[in-house]
C-alpha cells in the first residue's frame, strides 16, 4: 500500500474511535442526568458499563496516540535529522507508517475484526439512553411517578 492508504487507514482507526468515545461520553452524561429520579439501584449497573467502556475506549485512544504513534514521530525526526538522502527520508517515513499501523493493531487481521467488534458493542451501548426516551410517557415517566408517590421507591413490576 501506498503511504495514502496507510494515513487512510491509521485516521480512519483513530477517528472511528474517537467516535465511539464521544457517543459512550454522551451516554454517561445521560446517565448521570438520571441520578436525580432516585432510579440509581435500577440503572447502577448501566453507570458502572458506562464508566467502564468509556475508560476502556479512551484507555485505547491514549495509547495510540501516546505509546505508540507520539513516540514513532519523535524517532522519525530524528532519523530525518541525520538523513542524507531521498532514499533515507522515504525509508524512516515508511517505518514511521508501518510500525504504528502494526502497533495501532490494524496488520493482525484477527485483531482488528475483535477491535472492531467491541467498538461495535460500545456504539450499540450508546444508543441506549436514545432507545430508555423513546418512550418517556410509558416507562421513565411512570417510574418516576411512583417514586414520587411513595417514599419507598420507584415500584418496579417484572
Same mark, same amino acid.
Given at each position: 500500500p $501506498?503511504?495514502?492508504s496507510k494515513?487512510?487507514l491509521l485516521?480512519?482507526h483513530?477517528f472511528?474511535?474517537?467516535m465511539v468515545?464521544?457517543q ?6 445521560s446517565f448521570?442526568?438520571?441520578?436525580e429520579?432516585?432510579?440509581?439501584s !435500577?440503572? $447502577? ?6 464508566q ?6 479512551q484507555?485505547?485512544?491514549f495509547f495510540?496516540?501516546i505509546e505508540?504513534i ?5 524517532t522519525?525526526? $530524528?532519523a ?6 531521498v ?6 517515513h515508511s517505518?514511521?507508517?508501518?510500525l ?8 493482525e487481521p484477527q485483531l ?5 467488534? !467491541?467498538?461495535?458493542?460500545c456504539s ?5 439512553p436514545k432507545?430508555?426516551?423513546i ?7 411512570s417510574?418516576v411517578a411512583?417514586?414520587?408517590?411513595t417514599?419507598?421507591g420507584p415500584?418496579?413490576s417484572y
Open positions: $501506498t503511504a495514502l494515513y487512510q485516521f480512519r483513530l472511528h474511535v474517537k468515545e464521544h459512550i461520553s454522551m451516554t454517561w452524561v448521570q442526568s438520571m441520578k429520579y432516585s432510579l440509581g !435500577v440503572f $447502577t449497573p448501566l453507570f458502572l458499563l458506562s467502564k467502556t468509556l475508560h476502556f475506549v484507555n485505547l485512544l495510540m496516540m505508540v507520539e513516540p514513532r514521530w519523535q522519525m525526526l $530524528t530525518l535529522a541525520q538523513a542524507k538522502t532514499d533515507d527520508v522515504i525509508a524512516c517505518q514511521f507508517l508501518d504504528s499501523l502494526k502497533e495501532c493493531l490494524l496488520t482488528l475484526k475483535l477491535l472492531y467488534r !467491541v467498538m461495535a458493542l450499540l451501548f450508546s444508543e441506549l432507545k430508555l426516551k418512550q418517556p410517557d410509558t416507562v421513565l415517566t417510574l411512583d417514586d414520587l408517590s417514599s419507598r415500584a418496579l
